[in-house]
């Protein structure tokens, strides 16, 4: 007998094995907690813990922080108009006019217009532009435009518009106009001194291009792919 059928052999007496029903006194029933202990043969029926209700409950037109857990009303919220940070101000979702002394968190999605002096951070966006003395951050896809004075970065898809002196985006659909320029593969434009892209479908303008996945990988000047 080869291995072969000794192997179809073994695991056709381990299927039949594993058909055969088991008795109710042969079932091993476990319980947790402060739970009744089971009886062999014995069925528990408990209550199914109903989760907790979010957090996030409600929507105001108006926000006032000084900083987070410093602010009316409080982060949980969703605020839909205007918000005036004067440090740092931090809520759930945000659609309107952000206005911020040092920045502005939105942990969701940011809409509208978005002025800090030093950082606007947000989940992700589908309209919003923001402008900030240093850094604006979206840790998801961001529509819109990113104006800064160190660093724009979107981790996800950016499509529309960033200008700072370096400029970082996950994957492009746009233009990037800085010093420096890193994208992801997309489509669309780099301007600047040092461009660096992978599977940028566009052009490239600057002192050094580099698109990695190109048929020009480095070019000098301009480089482009389609």
């Known amino acids: 007998m080869d291995a072969k059928t000794t192997f179809l052999g073994i695991a056709l007496v381990m299927a039949a094995l594993a058909s055969i029903p088991a008795s109710a006194e042969d079932v091993a029933i476990r319980h947790y907690g402060d739970a009744e202990p089971v009886k062999p043969g014995e069925v528990q029926f408990r209550d199914i813990a109903i989760p ?3 957090p996030y409950v409600a929507t105001c037109p108006f926000a006032i922080a000084f900083a987070p857990r410093f602010e009316f009303p409080d982060e949980s919220w969703d605020v839909v108009m205007l918000r005036l940070d004067i440090l740092v101000g931090r809520h759930r979702n945000f659609h309107g006019l952000d206005i911020g002394g ?3 968190f939105t942990v969701g999605e940011m809409g509208g217009i978005g002025v800090a002096g030093l950082f606007n951070d947000c989940g992700s966006s589908k309209a919003a532009i923001l402008v900030a003395g240093a850094v604006n951050h979206s840790s998801w896809n961001f529509s819109g435009g990113q104006v800064s ?6 981790e996800g898809l ?9 400029n970082k985006a996950g994957r492009l659909d746009g233009v990037q106009i800085g010093a420096l ?14 461009n660096v892209a992978e599977r940028l479908s566009g052009f490239q303008i600057g002192a050094i291009n580099i698109n990695r996945d190109s048929t020009m990988p480095f070019m000098p000047v301009i480089n482009f792919a389609f």
């Open 102 to 104: 040092l920045g502005n």
């Open 149 to 154: 004075g160190l660093f724009s970065w979107t």
């Open 158 to 166: 950016h499509s529309g518009l960033q200008v700072a002196p370096v």
């Open 181 to 194: 320029n890193m994208a992801g593969p997309g489509t669309g434009l780099q301007i600047g001194v040092i």
């Open 52 to 54: 907790e209700p979010s």
